[in-house]
């Protein structure tokens, strides 16, 4: 039934189906869509909102990509990071030009265009330079590394190169200092130049400058898997993977529009933001990846202790990272894509039907992510122990009721007659997190629906002995043997829907309120498996409580 999440399933060509050509699709379709460009006008306000967005974005990158060089002692990520930086100072450009001449709409539909392909430029040609740089950025090996080793003559391999020092090659230097000096003279240059050719109103591609760009993406995008980046086992990698494909069609797609704020125009931006979100997404996979990792690795190095204790070290220096990265995205991260949602269901009432149902693929997958994010974000406060419990005394039948009426609406089960599901209403008064407890419940059913074809999904909440017991039965496919020990453990999923996060998360919260919670698969011949947990009932009153992660 669940898988981990980042094991191959398609054997070599497994990176290039799901991180390559599957996003492909439905960026296709968009890149269609995109061709009409009065599908989505918008105005110089909104242009602004989703530059300053791609400021922000930027900057968080560029942040955490330094930090992680400076960390890992990482060169690779050095000049993705500087890429990052560059790009946001000459994006703000752009953003307070933008919005002091936002009268101006003659001079905009030359600076726009000409300061975007500055950004652009800049950033594609360090991705295009790391990555095809990259054997010589990482030659002998870097003295840290960003997924510890797997063996003990890894880690005495990288113990000798500890004792060296490598410098980045003169000539990555000098093409750097060139491209920043190139770059940042277009830029300033566009507030009193107009380039030529930088807008064709009477030629398919109205925005040649454009294809330069597009070229150094799919010249990093061909490094990539000539250099087999995509066997790192690190998640950061398939976070720069799936932004460099959303960045290739961005620059395909802003190529042909004909005016400022057209169809064209807005999607390349949210696409450009998109490719940010999902190299964020990335990094904090990585940084959770990489602790669970560490832990591991020191579990298993008992004879090293001085390793063990630099490690632990390293492990602190890492949480400590991860904890302000992820307070900045609470904070800069989640509010944002509600702007990007309101927009969309905006979008979807001027469309016709066919196109409504590709706008509900961009809602749909705007509202994953959020929830991806969500999960991330909660993961982290268990782990730093700042996630908090408020119990109250409630009637447990109300929260399984309600969670039912919840999932019955979102899922559309009046439409489904092939999973039917059955609870008989019992009350049976607790004192726990009425918030956090409905979210356990909601995350087992939906476990069950997702696995669920057809027959019956059973929820039977029980007081006995002192406890109360919920447990959610179905008829699905059941529970791999061999996952079934790690079940509720970090990124264990076979699902493309899910992330991992889920059951680690409700079990967190369950034993935060000294409860149990385990699974089985069905016997007696019956197809499926079986939820259950266990709560203490108790008398006490309203406290609050952390949540602890669960090892």
Request: net charge positive; proline share 3%; aromatic share 12%.
């Amino acid at each position: 039934m669940h898988n981990s999440l980042f094991n191959p399933q398609f054997g070599k060509y497994d990176t290039l189906i799901k991180y390559t050509l599957v996003p492909s699709i439905p960026l296709s379709i968009i890149a269609i869509l995109s061709f009409n460009p009065y599908t989505w006008m918008s105005s110089e306000i909104h242009h602004f909102y989703i530059e300053l967005f791609a400021v922000l974005l930027a900057g968080i990158l560029s942040f955490y990509y330094i930090a992680r060089a400076y960390t890992l002692n990482d060169k690779f990520s050095l000049f993705i990071g500087i890429g990052f930086l560059v790009n946001a100072l000459i994006d703000l450009l752009h953003v307070v030009v933008s919005y002091t001449f936002m009268d101006e709409f003659l001079f905009l539909k030359y600076f726009i265009p000409q300061t975007w392909f500055a950004g652009r430029m800049f950033l594609s040609a360090m991705f295009a330079i790391a990555i095809a740089a990259y054997p010589a950025l990482t030659a002998s090996g870097s003295s840290k590394r960003s997924i510890p080793p797997s063996s003990m003559q890894e880690r005495n391999n990288n113990n000798n190169n500890n004792t060296k020092k490598h410098k980045i090659p003169k000539l990555l230097v000098a093409s750097l200092v060139i491209l920043t000096s190139v770059c940042a003279y277009v830029a300033i240059s566009s507030l009193f130049i107009v380039f030529p050719g930088s807008v064709i109103d009477d030629f398919p591609i109205h925005r040649p400058y454009e294809l330069p760009g597009l070229v150094l993406f799919l010249v990093a995008l061909f490094y990539f898997y000539k250099n087999q980046l995509y066997k790192k086992s690190d998640v950061f990698y398939k976070g720069i993977l799936g932004a460099l494909v959303i960045d290739i069609f961005g620059q395909i797609i802003m190529s042909y529009s004909a005016t400022s704020f057209d169809t064209a125009h807005n999607v390349a931006h949210v696409l450009k933001d998109a490719a940010y979100f999902v190299n964020i997404i990335g990094l904090a996979l990585s940084s959770i990846q990489y602790n669970e990792k560490l832990r591991e690795a020191n579990r298993n190095l008992i004879e090293r202790e001085e390793i063990i204790r630099s490690q632990l070290e390293k492990l602190k220096e890492s949480d400590n990272m991860k904890n302000e990265f992820i307070n900045i995205a609470a904070h800069e991260l989640r509010t944002p894509i509600q702007p990007i949602l309101g927009l969309s269901e905006f979008i979807r009432h001027k469309v016709n039907d066919k196109e409504r149902e590709y706008v509900d693929v961009i809602i749909r997958n705007a509202k994953r992510l959020k929830r991806l994010t969500e999960n991330i974000l909660d993961v982290t406060k268990i782990e730093s122990q700042s996630l908090k419990l408020n119990k109250e005394r409630f009637n447990l039948n109300d929260v399984i009721t309600n969670t039912i009426d919840d999932i019955i609406i979102n899922k559309g089960f009046f439409k489904n007659t092939n999973i039917k599901l059955l609870y008989e209403p019992k009350d049976i008064f607790i004192e726990a997190d009425m918030q956090q407890l409905t979210r356990v419940i909601s995350s087992l059913l939906n476990n069950a629906i997702k696995f669920t074809k057809e027959g019956t999904i059973s929820i039977i909440a029980e007081n006995k002995d002192s406890q109360v017991f919920v447990s959610v039965k179905d008829t699905g496919s059941g529970i791999d043997p061999e996952i079934l020990p790690k079940l509720f453990s970090k990124f264990v999923s076979k699902s493309f829907e899910g992330t991992g996060l889920g059951l680690f998360i409700a079990k967190s919260i369950v034993e935060a309120h000294d409860g149990k919670v385990w699974a089985e698969n069905n016997h007696n011949g019956k197809k499926g498996a079986t939820f259950i947990f266990s709560l203490p009932l108790s008398n006490n009153s309203t406290t609050t409580t952390t949540i602890k992660s669960s090892k």
